[in-house]
């Protein structure tokens, strides 16, 4: 849902880079396998083209393209295809930061209105203070994932990003959650610019690509970029053309053989080897781990990278997507290995992570890695049944919206209730303080076995979180106090069509429907060309309301109504039908 490289094939899949020996694809049985998923994913997927390359501690590359670049034409993807690598794009602007760290320019613990004092966004309460530059590189800001309005960069660029930010409001309380912020790498864009006093796309290119002799690597908004892959939608049609007002976001071009340079560069700094680019105390602290503290979280991330970690051991990786092209990179600096994967087709997204994840899995780290340590007490395998006084249970009663579906809980006959969308549970409380799932019905035992539900205070938030042996510990849900609809909301009941600016690219929502859950809750449904998403709404006053969840992305977002009836989300105005 939107939310916002290789050699040709002729040459059997044989590159070198800084020096490195070739390797052939047919004499190594590993490289064969990363082929066969390859070939396997953009048969199932119907994907057009794609080119990978791998990285090793000598030096050595493979690289090798796969399909076309332009179907049309017959010209193959090769290992410098430029293909838009999305928010791989990120990893550039955290890099940029941290040039302008060690050059003394910018303290990324700072408030970004230090250096965006532009930047007035409705803080819902929090200490608008507490969005750092940090913040926002790691995902624990509090802004939105995005805001839709003037997607484009025909109508808008990334210094528009702070007006449109002041139109709406945090979706978290900064430092307290994990919510992924696509428009808050833009904001970091303008950070860049303020200090350097260099536009985003001129800095990128004059401190970091020529610098990597990445040569061929760039932003549209460059004349001398040169020619890129075409798109392609999964039936082979070509897609018109997209380009992100998010340039520090999403908006580089890159190929197999560029990203095989940065990749280098990036590890061997790691290592210990100063290049002019960047020093080794900045990567190093990009490739640590940043969010440890942060209890509502999905992934491990250092500063613009996400993480995988287990022990001593771990890989830096970033996925991007426009919505059309897809990418991942995956860099293991302890023993020089890395990865990357363009795609120039819809639906790419699931061979750029397949890919990078059987890389990932060769050398040694398991993908489930990524997921955070718990901050949570680990169920006691030896905890009793207790009783506990009802005052205590009471503090949990509520409604608790997540993402898609509400959950409610509820104190009846001396018994703490969790309903759920799929059933009703009875939550018996243990000795360790956690609660163990009944159903209300049937058999006497555990409805769901190993499954543990606690609750716990997270900054404003009072959280329903699971911990799971398959999966670790996950929210939930948090409580709300719900009142009575007013008839203000009731009459808010209906389908809404969307009028004015409408998102360009694979995915665009063409109307809204209000509905009304158990008298008391709302949900809005988007309908997408796509499909239909489902987002609780967590009422904040007679004319907004916010979706409900707490991350990983979309949630906490604004919806507001005007007084002549317009529905407002990110950006998207709606009318009733």
Known sequence: MLRRSFIKCALAGTASISGGSAVHASENPVIESYRKIIRESMSRNRLTGASAVLVQANGEVWSEGFGYADRDNNLAMTSDTLVSVGSVTKTFTALALMQLRADGLLDIDRPVTDYVPRLRIDTRGADLNLVTVRAIMNHTSGLPTDVFKDTGLEDASYIDVVNLLNDTALAAWPQTIGLYSNIGYSLLGNVIQNVSGRAYPGYVKERILTPLGMQRSGFITDPSLGPRARLYYQDGRPTPSLELRDQPAGGLYSCADDLAHYALALMQVWQGKSNPVIDVKSVQAMFRL????????????????????????????????????????????????????????????????????????????????????????????????????????????????????????????????????????????????????????????????????????????????????????????????????????????????????????????????????EERLVSMKLAYNTGIYTYTLVIDGPGRAFTGGLGPETTGELVRFTDEGVMIYSGLTFRKD
């Open 290 to 517: 940043s969010n440890q503290d942060i209890m509502v979280e999905s992934n491990k991330k250092g500063l613009g990278w996400f993480m995988f970690k287990e022990g001593n051991a771990f890989a830096m990786y970033h996925a991007g997507s426009t919505g059309f092209a897809n990418a991942s990179l995956l860099l293991m600096p302890q023993i020089g290995i890395a990865a990357a994967i363009l795609i120039n087709s819809v639906g790419g997204n699931a061979l750029a992570s397949e890919f990078a994840f059987r890389v990932l899995e060769d050398h040694g780290l398991n993908p489930a890695s990524i997921r955070p340590a718990s901050h949570l007490p680990s169920p006691a395998p030896k905890a009793i049944e207790v009783s506990v006084p009802a005052s205590v249970l009471a503090r949990h009663v509520g409604d608790y919206p997540r993402k898609r579906s509400f959950a409610g809980v509820t104190f009846e006959h001396n018994e703490l209730l969790l309903h759920e969308p799929d059933g009703t549970h009875r939550l018996q409380p243990m000795s360790d303080g956690s609660f163990l799932p009944y159903p209300t019905e049937g058999a006497p035992s555990p409805a769901k076995s190993g499954e543990r539900y606690r609750f716990a205070d997270v900054g404003p938030y009072h959280v329903l979180f699971v911990q799971s042996k398959e999966e670790g510990d996950y929210q939930a849900g948090y409580r709300i106090t719900t009142s009575p609809l007013t008839d203000v909301w009731r009459m808010r009941v209906g389908r809404y069509d969307q009028f004015g600016y409408q998102i360009p690219g694979a995915e665009q929502i063409l109307s809204c429907e209000i509905e009304i859950l």
